[in-house]
């Protein structure tokens, strides 16, 4: 079974400028998560989507970050316009909660590790 | 969720066991533990997770106190492949009607050859 896809592997880029991450999750998974991990620190949910509708988006800075779930696969997360403090790890992660709800385990991706400079 | 409380990092041999710790000590009667670890460079991966009594899988067991406030996974003969960072993770599937993780900092476990 092909693991949660996400691309690019790595972005550098200048402040001010836009970027978006692309994730493909594991084939039949109806829950989509963003996450944003920082340097040393756990991942942080950015947004969580059931199919394509926004479940939990209350820690997403709207004013700059966008995501979308057209068609209730692939995923794009987008920033703009970058800030240095964005510089970080973006991880995607689907769920199909099999095993029971208790279980519910998430897979993640490799993750997309952003740069701005 | 309730929080919880690692050490932020451990050393191990190759090849002994392993105990790492947890504190939850706010824990609800809905919460369930779950670990999950990450691998450098990787994203994180699920290792176990339970209720009120141990657990075991291929890969760890998980033994939780009798006063569940507290739970210790355990890697019976660590390898350097286990060299991560351990997430003691609480999930309320009553409250939490989404299911996310909230991760905290983690253990980083160090495995000597």
């Known amino acids: 079974e092909a693991g949660v896809a996400q691309s690019p592997r790595y972005k550098i880029i200048e402040k001010r400028q836009s970027v978006a991450f692309w994730c493909n999750p594991i084939s039949g998974h109806a829950t989509l998560y963003w996450y944003q991990q920082i340097l040393g620190q756990g991942p942080k949910l950015l947004i969580q989507?059931?199919?394509?509708?926004?479940?939990?988006d209350s820690q997403l800075p709207k004013d700059r970050f966008s995501a979308e779930r057209l068609k209730g696969v692939d995923s794009t997360l987008k920033i703009q316009p970058a800030k240095l403090e964005d510089s970080a790890v973006y991880l995607c992660?689907?769920?199909?909660?099999?095993?029971?709800?208790?279980?519910?385990?998430?897979?993640f991706g490799a993750g997309t590790r952003l740069s701005v400079l | 969720d309730a929080k919880t409380t690692q050490p932020n990092s451990m050393e191990s041999n190759e090849e002994e066991p392993v105990h790492l710790p947890c504190n939850h000590s706010t824990i609800s009667g809905t919460d369930y533990i779950h670990w999950y670890r990450q691998l450098p460079s990787q994203g994180p991966e699920y290792v176990i997770h339970g209720l009120t009594s141990n657990v075991n899988n291929r890969m760890a067991s998980l033994a939780i106190a009798e006063d569940r406030k507290s739970s210790t996974l355990i890697l019976h003969r660590a390898t350097l492949r286990d060299a991560a960072v351990y997430y003691c993770?609480?999930?309320?599937?009553?409250?939490?009607?989404?299911?996310?993780?909230?991760f905290g900092g983690g253990t980083r476990l160090m495995v000597k050859p």
């Open positions: 992660a689907s769920s199909n909660f099999s095993g029971g709800l208790s279980k519910n385990i998430q897979y």
């Open positions: 993770i609480l999930r309320d599937f009553v409250r939490n009607a989404g299911n996310m993780l909230t």
């Open positions: 989507f059931q199919n394509n509708g926004v479940v939990d």
